[in-house]
């Protein structure tokens, strides 16, 4: 057999041996939403497929933030009265650990890696908790400017970005040192945030939310300074909710996967706005009930799926058509979201 004809016959192997890991992680691994509930002690999983709940995570007395795992083998939760990251093993459900932490905490990421957990540290004087997922131990605090509300591994993965409701500033941490190498202070508490990129993937822009504006800025990120405030639309049919905001009348912002959308809550008004990206025009702005917080798209880019607190349920709005397509009863006053690849065999 010539070199030519074996190697026609060797590709095809070649690829399913290259292929195998991710076949098997298909097979292993199902997509879901998990939906924590601020005024409870559970945890909502939802399935996308059916859009319906299928399973439910307890014994976490009040979460905050939550993040699967890349390899989805576990389920990262902060639970702020222990002050501890608690670990979720993926198929029973079940809390395996909970790691101390230095203060009380609130949102968090992991690496692409899934080699460490970077926990914000809302207490004074506020840190970045770094956490060793093999040891699973706290190894390391880092200082930042204020108390942390809100931390975020860049899409690259090569900078950790916390920001602070007290000081009104955003740190940018160098992943590998673990060090502060800029920051920015803006005109009011840091919200959420998430990021847009360059072509070679870098971080082009942090757009974030703020304490007490109905809408959301943008930080370049070369420059490290801002470069765009977007007021969201007031709403001449929607009477303008003013309880229970907690100084944020805007809190959740998601990018669809291809990066061409992105979207933002307004509490105000209760709906989302869907904005083009890279030149921020409005799309459409879609009701979805009172108080939408955290938003989260998963993997195919379909359906976006909307925290709406104030009817205890989480709103999927399909992306294509910027419709409302369902609503999903989970647990009292749900916040924070996220999706992805779980673990379930």
Known sequence: MNTHRALRYLTPLASLVLAAPFMAMAADHEVRVIQTNSAGDSVHIIDPGTNRVVGIINDIEVSHGVVIAP????IYITQEPTKTLDLVDARTLQVTKRIPLSGRPNNLDVTKDGRRVYVGIAQSPGAVDVIDTVTLSKVKSIPVEGAVHNVYV??????VVSGSLATSVISVIDSQTNHVVWSVKLSSGIRPMTFTKNPDGSTKEIIAQLSNFHGFVVVDFAARSEINRITLPDSSNQQKVTDGLQGSP???LAITPDG???WAT???YDYVAAYSLPDFKLLKVVHVGLHPEWLTIPPDGKDL???VAGKDAT???DNKTMR???SIPVGAVPKRNTSGLLRTK
């Open 250 to 252: 805007s809190h959740g």
């Open 71 to 74: 390899d989805g083998s576990c």
């Open 305 to 307: 799926y909307v925290a």
């Open 315 to 317: 709103v999927v709005v």
């Open 324 to 326: 409302v397509v369902a």
């Open 260 to 262: 061409k959308v992105l």
């Open 266 to 268: 307004s509490k105000w």
């Open 154 to 159: 860049t899409p690259d993965g090569k900078y």
